[in-house]
């Protein structure tokens, strides 16, 4: 509660006349930059200050003396009128917020630029005072917060356009994982459908090779021959986009993983082609463990190992196994807390036009049978590998000089 | 510090269910909801042991809304709930955008008003019944912890010293929300509130 003592210290309003104190207090009102009416004990309004006199178009001469619901109307039964009667009788004081159901004046904002809100938004105080000739004031102060109310509401109205196209992306996220899983469906399906008409036609071009050998003669062999040729190749591409299909709809058994002990079953399971090329496998330091699904990244070192034994025309080949922390290593990976493993070769290397889409689908920069021939999936399967573990995988490469596969996995479980 | 008899603990709690019924009513009436309000717990204990009650009840980080008041006995009355909670109260009962993180300027006048609304009727309801004068002053919003929140009372009051600790549920829209409200009685306000209990006891049983 306000209480105002009954003699003021302040020197400069003892030495001035009881009428400059007047003046001087009503300046002091008038220069306030909210609206102040102090209501008398009867009801009457006793100060009108100048900011509620020009926000409500009605001079002080014309309010004081009145009670304030014959000035508004609308402030009967309201909270308002609630409050003020509270401050009067009770000495309560109250707080009234413009969030709540309607409580404010009927004024005007004076700023031009707030068309759509030239009804001012108010907060409202009540509070006694207490002057201490036994009856109670009330002051009720007044401030605009028009501006505030209308920049709430494009918050508002941002949060909640964010809040439903985060709606849309998690529903079309949710469409995507369906599609998805009933694409995986779908290509087991066909891929199991298709198996069985090529096994038939395959089967029967060896029949037709078998017991018509002698009326085709050795064009018809050769053509038959080629049928099976065909076949077997497309039978490689169904079995391949199986595989990659299921990448991407099975769960990954994600567990504590020593590389070092996955890389050393790749190696010890390709021991014999290494032997035959005369491929030299370095690993300086020992690979870490990583949080990882241990069957995928095998698939990942395999297909890596087996890229690099393929591609390489050099008398002494080599692969290199090694590994850094991202921090260690500028540039390609943007998740400071991943290791980042790199498989190098002295092979043919990569021509720089090709370095990007060597991950795609079904890609091969060499004739189909050059290099030991290949479906051109491996790659993609192996960037979907590390992309489903939060990594990445990129290639550095000269042509002629030999490659260097990075990918990266992170430290912990995302 | 004075322990409440039987008496006197029934008649507060009855005092506190109608000025906080009275309250429920106002907030329904504000935000056209039906909002209910009830008071499972009356209890006197030294204004430590609230703060750290009021730790564990609600959360190391609370919104309070402290109110002086003066009169027959005077002091500071503080509704206090968890943060996370109070912007649950304050968006429910403004059917505002839950998306937004932090509580909005408006959002926490908003939540000051409602502090306002049961802290008043709660203390209208003593004066009323107990036949005294209260004012109050203007409420003030309050952040950090609850030890923080009973220490920035006014009314002189010292870590020893007895407050009134009740607890309070809010129910709306199908939600339960956790609330409390602690009066810090000023140095010999306590002595005076129990002399009115018990004044207002001996006029029920000589009537």
Known sequence: MLRVPHKTHATSLENAGSQNKVRLLEGVLDAAELGLIAIAPDGRIAVWNRWIARASSIPSKQASGKRLERL?????????????????????????????????????????????????????????????????????????????????????????????????????????????????????????DLKEPLRGMRMYAQCLSDDYADRLGDSGLEQLQQIDNQGARLQDLIDALLEFSQVGCVDLALGETSIQGIVDEVLQSLRASLEEKGVSVRIPEELPNVYCDHIRIAEVFRNLITNALKYNDKDDPWIELSWHHA???????????????????????????????????????????????????????????????????????????????HFSLPMKDK | MSNLTEDQRDLIGELVNLGIGRGARSLSEMTNEEVMLSVPCVDLRTRSNAAADLETALSPQIVAIRQEFSGAFAGDAILLFPQSASVELIRVLLANNPALEAMTELEQEALSEVGNVILNACLSSFGDML?????????????????????????????????????????????????????????????????????????????
């Open chain 1, 72 to 192: 508004f109307p609308e402030i009967v039964n309201t909270r308002l009128e609630t409050a003020v009667t509270a401050a009067l009788t009770r000495g309560q004081s109250s707080s009234l917020s413009h969030a709540f159901a309607a409580t404010s004046l009927p004024l005007v904002c004076d700023h031009q630029d707030r068309a759509a809100f030239s009804r001012m938004q108010q907060s409202i105080r009540v509070e006694p005072i207490n002057i201490g000739d036994g009856q109670r004031h009330c002051l009720v102060h007044i401030t605009d917060v028009t501006a505030i109310v209308q920049r709430e509401r494009v918050l508002q109205e941002k949060a909640k356009r964010c809040q439903e196209l985060a709606d849309v992306v998690e529903a079309r996220a949710q469409e995507l994982t369906k599609s998805n899983e009933a694409l995986g469906d779908f290509s087991y399906i066909v891929a199991h």
């Open chain 2, 131 to 207: 036949e005294v004068e209260l004012s109050t002053a203007l409420p003030v919003e309050h952040r950090g912890s609850p030890e923080e929140a009973l220490e920035s009372a006014s009314c002189g009051a010292t870590n020893d010293d007895a407050v009134l600790y009740i607890s309070i549920d809010f129910s709306l829209q199908g939600r339960q929300i956790k609330g409390y409200v602690v009066f810090v009685l000023g140095v010999g306000s306590l002595k005076s509130f129990q002399e009115h209990v018990d004044r207002y006891l001996e006029r029920m049983s000589v009537s």
């Open chain 1, 327 to 405: 921090s260690n290593l500028k540039g390609g990976v943007d998740d400071d807390a991943a290791i980042v493993f790199s498989a190098r070769d002295n092979g043919i290397g990569i021509d720089e036009k090709h370095l990007e889409s060597v991950f795609g689908v079904f890609k091969r920069l060499h004739e189909r049978e050059a290099f030991g021939g290949g479906t051109g999936v491996g790659l993609a399967i192996v960037k979907k590998i590390v992309e489903r573990h939060g990594g990445r995988i990129w290639v550095e490469s000269e042509h002629g000089v030999g490659s260097c596969f």
